[in-house]
Structure formats: structure tokens, C-alpha cells
């Protein structure tokens, strides 16, 4: 099983440095699993126009084809304006939607309000629901104060958070992969 994490974001750190430690903690109770970390920084992604996946630069095929071949995920996003980043928006609309049709989602934001943390009620769980993906039922929310100057999370309430994050979405991959083994 192939978990992704998903920095969607091109400034700053925070995201990172979140979906990182759910990364982390996936890692440390279930070496099993294979991770990886996806920086949209690291990407000269395209704007999604409609055309056939297979006609992007590579930058922005590598990152579809890496999103696509994963079971599961970890998603990240700093909330700007009210909303999620244009280029979490972007990834979303380059992916297949069947490429993720019953995988499991985590979500992970952060923002400088306590207030913003609706946005992944309102705007990432509907986005999850429109793929047919499974959402778990927690989230990560992190405000500035949740950091130091270094940018460590010094809050043990959310370390508590992003560990259980964690081990709901393994939770959730190991029971679907069971019960779609089964189905076949």
C-alpha cells in the first residue's frame, strides 16, 4: 500500500511541515506501508485545460501519474482568501476522476484564523465526495500559534490530532483493501 502526502501549496512551509508529520507517524506504527511526500513547490505544474493527460509537460505528468498510482492520501493545503490554493484546485482537476474513486483522503490545513478550519468542511469533503473517495472522519487544522518562530509544532493538542489522522487513515485503507479483496 502506497501512501501519497500532498503539500498543495507553492509559498511557505507550514502545509509541509503537517502533512510531513502525518507522514512521519505512518511511518513509525506502520513501516509496512510505503510513503511518500509530494511538494507542489517542487513542480512546474500546467494549468489543466482539458487535454489528454499524456499531453503535459513531464513535470506535470510525473505529478499526475504519482497522485494516480497511489492507494491513499494525505492532503495538504494553507487556506488563502477563504479557500483552498489554486494549485490544489489545479492538481484536482488533472487527476482522473476514477484514478481516485474509492481511495481514502486525510486532510491537513492550515491558515492564520481559527475560523478557516471550514474550509475543509466545506470545500475539501465535497471535493472528496465528487471523486467518490472515502474522507476520514478526522482532519488537521493548525493556526500560526500552533507553531514556534522555527516553524516546530509546539501545540500537543494538534500532535495528538495528526496521530490520530494517521492511524484513521490506515485504518480505513487496510479495512477497504480487505473488503474490496474479497469482493473480486
Known sequence: MKLLGISGTLIGAKTG?????????VKQNHPEIEVEYLDLMD?????????????YSEDTRTVIEKVSAADFYIIGTPIFQGSI???????????PPNDLRNKVMGFVANGG????????????KPIAGFFRAFVAPSYVYANSDHFNKQ??????????????LAEEVVHMQK?????Y???K
Open 175 to 179: 479495512a477497504l483493501k480487505a473488503d
Open 17 to 25: 511541515i503537517l502533512v510531513k508529520k502525518v507522514l512521519e507517524e
Open 43 to 55: 513542480y512546474d505544474i500546467q494549468f489543466c485545460d482539458g487535454r489528454s493527460p499524456s499531453a
Open 151 to 164: 516553524n516546530e509544532i509546539v501545540d500537543s493538542d494538534l500532535l495528538e490530532r495528526i496521530s490520530r
Open 113 to 124: 484564523t481559527y475560523q478557516h478550519y471550514l474550509v475543509i468542511e466545506n470545500q475539501l
Open 85 to 95: 490554493t489554486g494549485a490544489l484546485k489545479n492538481l484536482f482537476d488533472l487527476i
Open 181 to 183: 479483496s474479497q469482493v
